[in-house]
């Protein structure tokens, strides 16, 4: 973390230029207005967040983020499936339940479950970070949870590939990484 003043950090921090005597007077006010170097993560959430809340200004009548509930988040959901990439084989179908079909469909495309997940997961942290409280969050909503399950079955079903948990890495613990060092020597 770097600290706030002009000299940068104290002692030369690596940075060329740090220097408090090479910059003029007004370049510090400038570095603090730009906003910091965003994660790939931080960009996404917040680009999500924008993106929801065009969506409920663009209802008829409008929705405010107050009056946002989960049942504006089942329908963005469901929005966003009109710019889905995932091939989903509908029921008659004769690729239904096919992992690799041997040709091409008339089959809709739709937003993939693990995006959809993705999705909600920023948009419950955003939310959060935005003011809402968390008793009220309508992405952590039930409802929510179970319209991705669905989703995440029904794909599933049409791939003919059934969905397997990945199952947390398991930290082995200290006796166990000293015991499997003396093993090794």
């Not at 929705?63 to 084989?89: E, I, P, W």
Request: net charge positive.
């Amino acid at each position: 973390m770097m600290s706030n003043d002009p000299g940068g950090g104290g002692g030369g921090g690596g940075e060329a230029g740090s220097s408090s005597s090479s910059k003029p007077a007004s370049a510090s006010a400038a570095d603090q207005q730009q906003p910091a170097q965003l994660s790939r993560y931080e960009s996404q959430k917040r680009r999500d967040w924008n993106t929801f809340g065009q969506y409920l200004r663009n209802q008829r009548p409008p929705v405010a983020l107050s009056q946002c509930n989960y049942s504006h988040v089942l329908d963005f959901m469901r929005y966003l499936d009109q710019f889905g990439k995932t091939k989903v084989h509908i029921q008659g179908c004769v690729f239904f339940g096919q992992p690799e079909p041997a040709g091409p469909c008339t089959c809709p495309l739709r937003q993939a479950w693990g995006s959809l997940d993705a999705l909600i997961g920023r948009l419950r942290a955003a939310y959060e970070e935005n003011g809402g409280v968390p008793e009220t969050n309508p992405f952590a909503n039930g409802a929510i949870r179970v319209y991705l399950r669905e989703v995440r079955d029904s794909q599933a079903k049409a791939r003919g590939i059934p969905y397997k948990k990945k199952k947390k890495r398991r930290k082995p613990n200290h006796e166990e990484m000293s015991s499997s060092f003396h093993q090794m020597q």
